[in-house]
Every structure is written in structure tokens, then in C-alpha cells.
């Protein structure tokens, strides 16, 4: 439970950061603003994917000897 807490209160400092960022910038393209929002998205995937991979890979163990179910996981992520 203060994991969850934790890591909420985490994305919403970071967001706040950012928003200060912005908001403080005085000349902002819109082509930096697209590098940040491309960083931005890019982390929120990886830690989804990386928040998902032990249950992946408990459930391909069940299914399949560990060292094949290893060489899928990290094959397809």
C-alpha cells in the first residue's frame, strides 16, 4: 500500500516539475515541446512494461521450462 503511494506521489511531483518547466519557459517551441512529451510517454511505457514482466514471466514458467520462457520474455520485449 505505501509502494502505490509512494509511486503516485512520485508521478505527480514529476508532472508538477514539468509543468513548472513549461510554464517558466518563456519561448517554448513546439518541437521541444514534442521532445518532452516523446520522453515523457517513453518512460510511462518502459515502467509499465517493466511493472508487468515478473508476471509474465511466472506465468510463462508455468506454461514452459524457465529458461525458454526467459528467452521469450526478453525476446519480445
Known sequence: MAYAI???A???LSTGAGGIIVALWP???C???A???GFA???MIGI?????LPNSYEDLSKRMN???ALVWLWGLF
Open 27 to 29: 519561448k517554448m517551441s
Open 10 to 12: 512520485v508521478a505527480s
Open 35 to 37: 521532445v518532452f512529451q
Open 48 to 52: 509499465s512494461f517493466l511493472n508487468m
Open 6 to 8: 509512494l509511486l503516485c
Open 31 to 33: 518541437r521541444i515541446l
Open 41 to 43: 510517454a517513453g518512460v
Open 66 to 68: 524457465l529458461a525458454t
